[in-house]
């Protein structure tokens, strides 16, 4: 009999860590392409990470000009509410990054995941990448859950993304105002 007891505790607890940690965005520090400290989990906001390529000589994808534009109008709007970060891969010397962030408006955080020779942080996020394409993006609430994964996608659908994260958090408050006034 204890041996099946153990079995299932050992089993419940295994699952329990499992089912908690399978979400879960994976935490990272690095520096960004200013060269200022960065860490994923010293923000309690819900988060946008987009993962895109930069080619020699600072070409981009179509498609990831295009979102750039797009996050570049929603930063304005949602900047107090969502921390925005996109992590680039980026070989070559020849690609200006703070070129690029200029000219397409980047206010937030833009990161050079390969500027220490390592990938280091997609290799973290690869198993939501390699189901996505350039540029891909992660939603993620301000628990650091992964809500959502897409590769481009139109304005309303961000937009909707967004809703989504923002919506978790509002409604984990509101669970935890609950639960402290049932005390």
Not at 5 to 10: H, K, T, Y
Not at 25 to 31: D, L, R, Y
Not at 90 to 112: H, M, P, V
């Amino acid at each position: 009999m204890k041996p099946k007891i153990f079995l299932i505790l050992f089993l419940f607890v295994y699952v329990k860590t499992f089912a908690q940690t399978e979400n879960v965005a994976p935490n990272f520090k690095t520096v960004d392409i200013y060269g200022k400290q960065f860490e994923l989990y010293s923000s309690t906001k819900p988060k946008i990470i987009q993962f895109m390529r930069v080619y020699c000589g600072g070409k981009i994808s179509e498609q990831s000009a295009t979102q750039f534009g797009q996050l570049a109008k929603l930063y304005d709007k949602y900047k107090d509410k969502i921390l925005f970060v996109t992590i680039t891969l980026s070989s070559c010397q020849s690609s200006d990054l703070k070129k690029i962030a200029e000219y397409f408006g980047i206010k937030w955080t833009f990161i050079n995941d390969y500027s220490d020779y390592n990938l280091d942080i997609i290799q973290k996020y690869s198993s939501y990448l390699k189901t996505l394409h350039d540029p891909a993006l992660i939603f993620v609430d301000k628990n650091n859950k992964v809500v959502k994964t897409t590769d481009f996608c139109e304005d309303k659908k961000l937009e909707e993304y967004i809703s989504l994260i923002i919506e978790k958090t509002s409604s984990t408050k509101n669970n935890n105002t609950t639960k402290r006034r049932n005390k």
